[in-house]
């Protein structure tokens, strides 16, 4: 059973707290992502569960196992690290050998694994090369075989994507993605790339300054983020925020600021009504921003940047002075300079406390 669970885990560096309270338990052949910018602890959070950084508090399980005190040799996982970690002396079927060598197991099982993991990973054509006859791809999949010959309880991979350029990574995401449903162990993935983090995961796992910050399933991190880092880190082009005003006006409440006035919907009442004359922050992803006709809507932008997309455009606007980005169809073409309305798709938006940053509704 590949089941990990994390309890109060912290890592300091002298006064410097990397990872705080990090609590985190993972199913077996759950594939799990933590994602966060950098310098968040979200590495050093899969270094210790590796051994390869010995934690400050806390407890570390894996398989039910307390691993506290064992060396990352005894823990039954396999490492993928973003830099290949391959040995430039030998061939491909030695670097993905070699472990199992350490372990003296019978040339037989070795040559029999190997071969496996070659086929898994169509690499087999390359087990005779040495890791500098391959391309980028090709030596990460060198490094998956190596990791899959092993048959840990947990994969570990810390950002394996981030040396391959963007349409290698498409691909290998997907590679990884199906690996993992045919050999199903459990897998604890880092990146900063919240779009590999929506793309792979069971769960992801987001960080901040050392802090998880939320914990769910890709769609309901996007629909449903607990606070406005959250919201503002997932999702591509991330999220616009805009300061206003809430005000009761007959047909309800209203957020205002001097260049919209947008109506909440009527399932807001209860909590919005808390914050009446009062600040707040609206949210709302570029995709429920629309096109809106000046006669009725209310919402005023300035034009900045026209970025066409082929299947669709994207236009950098300013707000009331504060900067968003909407995302409509390719017809849609203003021009830079333009005074537009627009209307947001309310039912979709958020709102978020403009001091602490948790969400309202």
């Given at each position: 059973?590949?089941?990990?669970?994390?309890e109060?885990?912290e890592?300091?560096?002298?006064?410097?707290?990397?990872?705080?309270?990090?609590?985190?338990?993972?199913?077996?052949n759950?594939?799990?992502?933590?994602?966060?910018?950098?310098?968040c602890?979200?590495?050093?959070?899969?270094?210790?569960?590796?051994?390869?950084?010995?934690?400050?508090?806390?407890?570390?399980?894996?398989?039910?196992?307390?691993?506290?005190?064992l060396?990352?040799?005894?823990r039954?996982?396999?490492?993928v690290?973003?830099?290949?970690?391959?040995?430039?002396h030998?061939?491909?079927?030695d670097?993905?050998a070699?472990a199992?060598?350490?372990?003296?197991?019978?040339?037989?099982?070795?040559?029999?694994?190997?071969?496996?993991?070659?086929?898994?990973?169509?690499?087999?054509?390359?087990?005779?090369?040495k890791p500098?006859?391959?391309?980028?791809?090709?030596?990460?999949?060198?490094?998956?075989?190596?990791?899959?010959?092993?048959?840990?309880?947990?994969?570990?991979?810390d950002?394996?994507?981030?040396?391959?350029?963007?349409?290698?990574?498409?691909?290998?995401r997907?590679?990884?993605?199906?690996?993992?449903?045919?050999?199903?162990?459990?897998?604890?993935?880092?990146?900063?790339?919240?779009?590999?983090?929506?793309?792979?995961?069971?769960?992801?796992?987001?960080?901040?300054?050392?802090?998880?910050?939320?914990?769910?399933?890709?769609?309901?991190?996007?629909?449903?983020?607990a606070?406005?880092?959250?919201?503002?880190?997932?999702?591509?082009?991330?999220?616009n925020?805009?300061?206003?005003q809430?005000?009761?006006?007959?047909?309800?409440?209203?957020m205002?600021n001097?260049s919209?006035?947008?109506v909440?919907?009527?399932?807001?009442?209860?909590?919005?009504?808390a914050?009446?004359?009062?600040q707040?922050?609206?949210?709302?992803?570029p995709?429920?921003?629309?096109?809106?006709?000046?006669?009725?809507?209310?919402?005023?932008?300035?034009?900045?940047?026209?970025?066409?997309?082929?299947?669709?455009?994207?236009?950098?606007?300013?707000?009331?002075?504060?900067p968003?980005?909407i995302?409509?169809?390719?017809?849609?073409r203003p021009?830079?300079?333009?005074?537009?309305?627009?209307?947001?798709d309310?039912?979709?938006?958020?709102?978020?406390?403009?001091?602490?940053?948790l969400?309202?509704?």
């Amino acid at each position: 059973m590949g089941r990990v669970v994390c309890e109060h885990v912290e890592k300091r560096f002298g006064d410097v707290v990397a990872v705080n309270d990090f609590n985190l338990e993972i199913k077996d052949n759950e594939f799990v992502v933590i994602v966060g910018p950098s310098g968040c602890g979200k590495s050093t959070s899969l270094r210790m569960i590796a051994g390869l950084e010995q934690h400050t508090s806390g407890n570390i399980y894996i398989a039910d196992q307390l691993v506290n005190e064992l060396p990352p040799r005894d823990r039954n996982v396999a490492m993928v690290f973003q830099n290949y970690a391959l040995y430039p002396h030998m061939n491909v079927y030695d670097n993905m050998a070699f472990a199992l060598k350490l372990r003296n197991v019978s040339r037989d099982e070795i040559d029999r694994k190997v071969k496996e993991a070659a086929e898994i990973l169509s690499i087999t054509q390359y087990l005779h090369r040495k890791p500098k006859e391959l391309s980028g791809g090709q030596r990460q999949r060198v490094a998956l075989g190596r990791a899959i010959v092993r048959e840990p309880e947990v994969f570990l991979m810390d950002e394996p994507l981030s040396n391959l350029d963007a349409k290698l990574r498409v691909q290998m995401r997907t590679e990884i993605a199906k690996l993992h449903n045919r050999i199903g162990v459990t897998t604890i993935y880092v990146t900063h790339d919240q779009v590999e983090a929506m793309t792979m995961a069971d769960r992801i796992v987001v960080m901040k300054d050392g802090l998880i910050q939320q914990i769910a399933d890709p769609q309901t991190l996007y629909d449903s983020p607990a606070n406005r880092f959250v919201a503002g880190f997932i999702g591509t082009p991330p999220m616009n925020f805009m300061n206003c005003q809430v005000q009761k006006h007959p047909d309800g409440f209203h957020m205002v600021n001097d260049s919209m006035d947008v109506v909440a919907p009527q399932e807001w009442a209860d909590k919005v009504a808390a914050f009446e004359g009062q600040q707040m922050v609206l949210g709302v992803r570029p995709e429920n921003i629309l096109p809106g006709d000046a006669a009725t809507d209310k919402v005023r932008a300035i034009v900045e940047v026209v970025e066409p997309l082929g299947s669709e455009t994207l236009i950098n606007i300013s707000v009331n002075g504060q900067p968003a980005i909407i995302k409509v169809a390719p017809e849609y073409r203003p021009q830079v300079g333009d005074a537009i309305a627009l209307r947001f798709d309310m039912v979709k938006a958020h709102a978020f406390h403009p001091e602490t940053g948790l969400t309202i509704v």
